[in-house]
């Protein structure tokens, strides 16, 4: 700028330092100031090899960080939880291979032929695995799953293949036949429609699983992709490979008597078809009393969404009371928390994120925030006994509303629903303070319901505000504008940035901006200069300023507005009924007129799945019906 031929700084009407920008989130880590860095991999790449990569990098920083007093702590590791699973799955495969073998060889009494059979799981699984790489998939939990459940179906198409070559084996030695290839040839053949109806039954009644849909297809689709396609495998196995092996290998003692054990069975079970025959009457209405009594049963079984699963991780959701609380304050009251939850002996770490980074996926104001509470690997505590313990700790700072829950289940209901919370009733209208009053007679009528844990409404409180009214005929009379105004006002508060610089490599926001000892003093709004190329006001004589009453946020849904009623269920009482109990106790309320209740969360998805299954359900009876 120049004025008289002489040009004007910025220096010299402005105060120029380096400085902090107004801040919007914060972190602690084991209650002391930190860093936290969140680490997402790739859509599709895979988990363990992206961490991999990161601990490799991590290594090589260790050492120039510790040199400056800086310690890593991993707050959050989700390759330990699939490592954990992994490693209990290939155990499961490992026990249960050795047992199918063990069995094996006690009915066959043949290593030849127990070898035989028990070829059909390596030779299903490689050919499973080929496939599924086609379709995209990968060695996961939920797919070794699959295998896991699939082991004693791999290896039933063989036995029935073998156990038919050796009993004709043995007829055709008693009538002096010794053409084994002919007889081997016949023996396969004969079953073969047998195993493929049985194998289409099998797949059949696991297509309700495949087309589940919604977040339990996301979940156990794999799985049972994983097991057909094994099933299919092994019945090619079985039609092709076991004859083959068969003929090579099956000769000598391998067709003398049957064994005394299965001699023995099949007396039991011609004696128990004995009097079936004799009975059958009886046999049937046997038979339709257990079937009536599973489905009375059903209704009382335990439900879920997806299984719940344990992580060794919990993620603590918390707010505080005051909406607008600083982030100092919110520092302060997360450092008391961090330190009581410490002294529990399985807690390992304890990371507190506040507010919102300027990057970061979450829309966080600086009151809200989330702790992330890692276990140690061994401890005497279930994890259900940690997540108890946890809230009595919880329960010790009133100042504040909290949930805990684990980080699966943090992120499933998030994308149900949006909220944390496993169960939100949604409360719509028009009128806020109607919608506040009834969310707070919900809240009261639920509360006793057994299994009801961390229930709260996350309403948006009122908050102290200043009301900036513009004088629009003032303004017009010094030539001004409501823009010239309000983005004076948004300078002098909230600064706005006019250009960059540089410090090396680094970019500077260039931002102009009132200093803090004025900023923070409302009653210098009044005194604000307002000005433009033509003239100068203060923004008291063209504006009325006053104090009063706002909020934070309004939530919206369908055009109206939206209060929420949120909670989660308890590990010893089933969501279903949980709900089922919650819907109950408000259909009895006399809400006001123009408030609506939905429901939205896992049990509302849980239930839209049973209805899904069960449609699913009857159509693979059908096709089993069809196939027999």
């Known amino acids: 700028v120049m004025q008289d031929n002489m040009p004007i700084t910025i220096g010299q009407v402005a105060k120029v330092t380096i400085g902090p920008a107004v801040p919007i989130g914060d972190a602690t880590i084991m209650g002391k100031p930190g860093v936290l860095v969140t680490v997402s991999s790739q859509f599709g790449a895979n988990t363990l090899k992206a961490t991999e990569a990161v601990e490799s990098a991590l290594v090589s920083l260790r050492p120039a960080l510790a040199q400056r007093g800086i310690d890593v702590i991993l707050l959050h590791r989700p390759a330990s939880f699939i490592e954990r699973a992994l490693g209990n799955l290939e155990h499961a495969l490992a026990l249960g291979s050795a047992l199918i073998l063990a069995v094996l060889y ?3 009494r043949s290593w030849k032929a127990a070898l035989i059979s028990f070829l059909a799981i390596p030779l299903s699984l490689l050919a499973a695995i080929v496939v599924l790489s086609e379709f995209g998939q990968t060695l996961n939990t939920m797919t070794l799953g699959g295998f896991a459940l699939a082991l004693g179906v791999l290896v039933d198409d063989a036995i029935i293949d073998i156990e038919n070559i050796m009993r ?104 128990c078809m004995e009097v079936v025959r004799a009975h059958w009457g009886l046999t049937v209405a046997a038979l339709a009393a257990a079937a009536a009594a599973s489905i009375a049963v059903a209704p009382f079984l335990r439900s879920e969404l997806i299984p719940q699963f344990r992580e060794g991780h919990f993620v603590i959701q918390m707010a505080t009371a005051a909406q607008g609380t600083s982030v100092g304050d919110v520092v302060a009251t997360g450092i008391r928390v961090s330190n009581e939850l410490l002294k529990l002996p399985f807690i390992r770490a304890v ?57 699966l289940g943090d992120r499933i209901s998030e994308s149900l629903s949006g909220e944390t919370a496993q169960m939100v009733i949604n409360l719509s209208g028009t009128n ?24 709260r409404v996350p309403r948006a409180v009122k908050v102290p505000t200043i009301a900036l009214k513009l004088d629009h005929a003032a303004l017009a009379n010094y030539g ?42 409302v009653e210098q709004l009044s005194n604000l200069l307002i000005s433009n190329a033509k ?27 939206r209060v929420n009623v949120n909670f989660n269920g308890s590990d010893d009482r089933s969501l279903r009924d949980t709900v089922a109990d919650v819907k109950m106790r408000i259909d009895t309320l006399k809400l006001p007129a123009g408030v609506y209740v939905s429901y939205a969360g896992q049990a509302e998805e849980e239930r839209a799945g049973q209805i899904r299954l069960a449609l699913l359900t009857v159509l693979s009876i059908a096709l089993v019906v069809i196939v027999l």
């Open 106 to 108: 006690a009915f066959l």
């Open 168 to 271: 004709r084996l043995r007829l055709a030695k008693a009538e002096g036949r010794h053409n084994d290839l002919e007889t081997i040839e016949d023996a396969s053949i004969e079953i073969r429609g047998s195993m493929l109806y049985g194998t289409l039954a099998v797949i059949f009644f696991f297509l309700p699983i495949l087309f589940a849909g919604g977040v339990q297809g996301r979940f156990i689709g794999p799985m049972a992709l994983t097991f057909i396609i094994a099933v299919i495998a092994s019945m090619v196995v079985a039609l092709t490979v076991t004859p083959a092996l068969c003929a090579l290998l099956l000769k000598g003692d391998e067709t003398k008597e049957t064994p005394r054990i299965l001699d023995q069975m099949k007396d039991v079970q011609s004696w």
């Open 351 to 407: 990371g507190h994120q506040i507010g919102r980074a300027e990057a970061g996926e979450d829309t966080w104001s600086p009151d809200k925030s989330e702790f992330h509470v890692e276990l140690t690997d061994e401890h005497e505590e279930t994890e259900t006994e940690a997540q108890e313990k946890i809230r009595e700790i919880l329960e010790k700072f009133p100042e504040v509303r909290t949930e805990a829950m684990t980080f």
């Open 432 to 455: 806020l303070e109607t919608l506040e009053s009834a969310a707070e007679d919900v809240q009261a009528a639920i509360a006793p319901v057994k299994g009801v844990d961390d229930l």
């Open 480 to 521: 001004l504008t409501a823009q010239d105004a309000l983005e004076t006002v948004q300078t002098a508060f909230a600064g706005t940035t006019i250009g960059q610089s540089y410090i090396g490599a680094q970019t500077v926001d260039v931002v102009v901006i009132l200093p803090p000892e004025k900023r923070n003093r």
């Open 535 to 561: 003239t100068r006001v203060l923004l008291g004589n063209v504006a009325s300023i006053t104090m009063t009453d706002g909020r934070s946020n309004i939530q919206h849904e369908g055009a109206q507005r």
